[in-house]
């Protein structure tokens, strides 16, 4: 799986605009939107990643200084996203430890990238909702008589209806 | 539809008139603690259902929320008012007032229907706001420290899964229903049998009378004759007969029991009589008066014997003191030749003879006492026998005199035995007799009862064809109950099989949407992400009548337990926001957040402002309070505002007078875009 094409996929499909621009070392998505920004970056392994992000972030703000100056408050709501599809389990732990530093953008750094699953849950903070689940009508009633095949329609309609239970009874032992 | 504006005056602690107008993308709202951030929620919540639910258990020293709903402070307010307002996306406003002398302009009816859509929940209007407006209390709370049945009904009810709670007590009525009818035709269907069953013994009774059919109006002769006062009436004669035949049984009874008497007392007479018997009565008194004779002979000698007794005695007292004269005289000796005692002249030789000469005669007068006692005792050995002769035979005469005591007594309770029962007197002597006569009046009743049974066998006939009739009847009705006891027992097993369906498709239907959130729920909460370690949440459900709904973490535990405060708050957080996500049932897309980031760190207060950010994306309105201003910077900078939905910044603060006022109400203009790429436009 190419980690870039997917996150562009997947940034795209969440309206945002996405293009690729080549940095000295390896190449950079950049991601916009009407609030967000940002630059995806990827690493062959847990170490290059640790060993580079702050750099690649760096060059990619010193790339964009000029652009970034003239944003207003948006200047404040930069991604940066490291993601490698090392599984190196002992350092994914340190890798996820970059999160938590907040200076100059908001970071997403990620290892085991390896399923388009992967890259989609590294991606949630720049998505939409994911999950829309579709809570249709319940169709207890037709459930329920499909349910009550042996029960004569005419009970089952009486009970869905609002005739006292008493009478359901008994309709219940003139039709059983 | 999202709310659009809310007005308040005199509500809690807004004196004045204050509008807030939300933006159709984002309200983000600051101040202090207690300058009334909360009470803008609460207003929502009051102008929606009347109440507050945060308060709605709490009560101090009698006041309860209701005197705390409209402003206390100093001054007047102009009004006591709120106002919710909101606008559906056609852009029709549906707008509700509440105000302290009024109430509501809109019945719950009319909220209802503009707020609520589809198969909504049981107090829907409720569960709107417990499911829109997410406080900061509720986020524990309402989430992971919920009981899981209650978080299970809470859940099922944001779901509106109402179709089956309803249609379950339903069919709980008509299973209670089903049975209390057949409770009814099991008990008609066994009275009925218990009736049959007296009738067919009636029926085997009168069939064994109607065997012992005869001569009537020979029975009638015999009945008037026993009863010869009865009326003609069959019925009553009947009676009379009945009662003729239990007094001669009876009279015949105490005969018998007369006979028996008289037996014995014959029997008794003759033993008494007999030529034997009054030998032995005669030989005992002739032994009787010849011991009496002996006895009286023996106690005569006795009695001389005793005389002679006395009078020895006598003399030897007599002898003694003539001893003691005689002794007395001698020591005296002759005094000038006279006796000392008599003063007679006397020699010496005739004093001395006429000593021992007194001597000789004391030892005579001396020597009968001892003959006496001896003849004494000889007479009362020989009186011994003839007294114990007459003994025995004074007891054998008086066992003939009890006998015939006892003979006279029997005789005596035989007569007052005829006497008490009035039984004929000339056979007190004739037990024979009586016999004779016992024999007839034997025949008469038998032949009485003969005559009863005749006569009651005639009635059987009639009677028969009654209740051969009334057997019949209830053979059918039987079978007509036996019937209904079926049916009614189907219907029983029909209805329970009602409430299985009811209950098992309910459960399959909150099962399935459960299962249809679980990936929101697991989604909101990678999002929020809790937990380093622990990356996803899953649910369980259990019980069948009482059900329950489990959060587990990692290799099934309880996060309740096993997460940090915050940590805790974070995941009751995924869990309240995958709730108000699943609402199928509004079309309020409208949430309110008060307060939602205390005891969460920045990071996760960061992953918050993320997920809010997430759901504006998807077209919702996000109204959050917070008291940090750099919290709220962010939410402004991070949440969407668009040309057609904006944000709005607002800054709430206490007036001089404590009345809560708007400082600033900002409008959150959309970002430039194009930034990154050197094009950017405003």
New interface residues.
């Given amino acids: 799986m190419d980690i870039f094409t997917k996150a562009e996929i997947l940034l795209r499909d969440a309206q945002y605009e996405t293009w690729t621009w080549i940095a000295s070392a390896s190449p950079v998505t950049c991601f916009e939107n009407a609030a967000l920004m940002g630059f995806v970056h990827v690493f062959d392994s847990a170490d290059g990643l640790l060993g580079a992000w702050k750099e690649n972030q760096q060059i990619a703000l010193a790339r964009h200084a000029a652009s970034l100056r003239g944003a207003g408050a948006k200047a404040w709501n930069v991604y940066s996203v490291f993601l490698t599809p090392d599984q190196d389990a002992r350092r994914g732990r340190e890798i996820e430890r970059i999160e938590e530093d907040f200076s100059l953008t908001r970071k997403i750094a990620r290892a085991s990238i390896t399923t388009p699953d992967d890259v989609e849950k590294a991606l949630l903070p720049l998505l939409s909702i994911r999950s829309k689940p579709l809570l249709g009508a319940s169709n207890f009633e037709t459930r329920l008589r499909t349910r009550l095949k042996d029960i004569p329609p005419d009970a089952v309609t009486a009970f869905l209806s609002e005739t006292t239970p008493a009478e359901i009874a008994r309709i219940l032992g003139a039709t059983s | 539809m999202r709310l659009d504006f809310i007005e308040v005056c005199g509500f809690r602690g807004f004196r004045d008139l204050v509008r807030i107008n939300f933006g159709r993308g984002f309200t983000v709202i600051t101040g202090r603690n207690g300058v009334g951030k909360s009470t803008l929620c609460d207003a929502v919540e009051f102008a929606i259902t009347g109440s507050i639910d945060k308060y709605a258990v709490e009560k101090a020293a009698k006041e309860s929320l209701s005197d705390y709903l409209w402003w206390r402070g100093e001054g007047v307010p102009n009004a006591h008012y709120v106002t919710a307002s909101f606008v559906a996306d056609s852009g029709n406003p549906f707008t509700i007032t509440r105000t302290r002398e009024r109430g509501s302009d809109r019945s719950p009816e009319e909220i209802h229907a503009a707020l609520c859509r589809?198969?909504a929940p049981d107090d829907a209007l409720r569960q709107l706001t417990r499911t829109s407006i997410i406080r900061d209390e509720w986020i524990a709370a309402l989430s992971l420290d919920l009981t899981e049945t209650e978080r299970f009904d809470l859940v099922r009810s944001a779901?509106?899964?109402l179709?089956?709670s309803e249609?379950g007590s339903?069919?709980r009525?008509?299973v209670?229903?089903?049975e209390?009818?057949h409770a009814k035709d099991e008990a008609a269907y066994e009275a009925a049998r218990s009736r049959l069953a007296d009738r067919l013994t009636q029926q085997s009774e009168t069939q064994a009378a109607l065997s012992r059919t005869g001569d009537v109006s020979g029975a009638l002769q015999v009945i008037a004759a026993a009863a010869p006062d009865a009326p003609t009436e069959l019925t009553a004669r009947l009676a009379a007969g009945r009662s003729a035949l239990a007094n001669g049984r009876a009279r015949l009874g105490r005969m018998g029991e007369a006979l028996q008497l008289g037996r014995e007392v014959v029997a008794a007479q003759a033993v008494y009589n007999a030529p034997e018997a009054v030998a032995n009565r005669e030989g005992a008194s002739a032994a009787h008066e010849a011991a009496q004779r002996e006895h009286e002979a023996a106690q005569q000698a006795v009695s001389e014997a005793e005389q002679r007794l006395v009078r020895e005695e006598e003399m030897d007292a007599m002898a003694a003191s003539l001893s003691l004269l005689v002794e007395h005289g001698e020591r005296l000796g002759l005094h000038d030749d006279h006796c000392p005692l008599c003063a007679a002249h006397r020699t010496s030789d005739e004093f001395a003879a006429g000593l021992a000469a007194a001597r000789r005669r004391i030892t005579s007068l001396a020597s009968g006492v001892q003959a006496a006692r001896d003849a004494l005792a000889s007479a009362k050995e020989n009186a011994r026998q003839p007294s114990l002769t007459l003994q025995t035979a004074t007891a054998a005469v008086q066992a003939h005199a009890d006998e015939l005591r006892r003979l006279r007594d029997q005789e005596a309770a035989h007569v007052d035995f005829y006497n008490q029962w009035g039984l004929e007197h000339r056979f007190i002597q004739d037990p024979d007799g009586l016999e004779h006569a016992i024999s007839p009046e034997r025949d008469r009743l038998i032949d009485l009862e003969r005559a009863l049974l005749v006569l009651e066998a005639s009635q059987a006939v009639s009677r028969m064809s009654s209740i051969e009739s009334n057997i019949s009847a209830l053979r059918a009705e039987i079978e007509k109950l036996a019937q209904?006891v079926s049916?009614?027992q189907?219907?029983v097993?029909?209805?329970r099989?009602?409430e299985r369906?009811?209950r098992?498709?309910?459960a399959?239907?909150i099962d399935e949407?459960l299962a249809?959130?679980s990936?929101?729920l697991?989604?909101?909460y990678?999002?929020l992400r809790p937990h380093?370690n622990w990356r996803t949440i899953d649910y369980s459900i259990r019980g069948d009548v009482r059900r329950f709904l489990s959060l587990k973490v990692g290799d099934g535990l309880n996060p309740q337990f096993v997460f940090s405060s915050g940590q805790r708050r974070a995941a009751g957080l995924a869990f309240l926001l995958s709730v108000h996500?699943?609402?199928?049932w509004t079309p309020l897309r409208s949430l309110l957040l008060d307060d939602p980031v205390q005891h969460i760190d920045?990071?996760r207060a960061?992953?918050l402002v993320?997920v809010l950010?997430?759901?504006r994306?998807?077209g919702r309105q996000i109204i959050c309070a917070v008291e940090d201003p750099a919290l709220a910077d962010?939410l402004?900078?991070?949440?969407?505002?668009?040309a057609t939905e904006g944000g709005r910044r607002l800054d709430i603060d206490l007036g001089p007078l404590g009345a809560t006022s708007v400082v600033t109400d900002q409008e959150i203009n959309?970002?430039?875009?194009?930034?990154?790429?050197?094009v950017?436009t405003a």
Avoid: K, Y
Avoid at chain 2, 636 to 642: A, D, E, K, M, N
Avoid at chain 2, 670 to 678: A, I, K
């Fill in positions: 589809g198969p779901l509106g899964a179709e089956g249609a339903r069919a009525e008509v209670t229903a089903a209390a009818a209904a049916q009614s189907n219907a097993t029909a209805a099989e009602i369906s009811v098992r498709v309910s399959e239907i949407r249809q959130i990936p929101l697991n989604e909101l990678q999002r380093a996500l699943a609402r199928a920045d990071f960061l992953h993320e950010a997430a759901l994306l998807d962010l402004c900078r991070r949440l969407v505002s668009t959309p970002m430039p875009v194009g930034v990154l790429r050197g950017a």
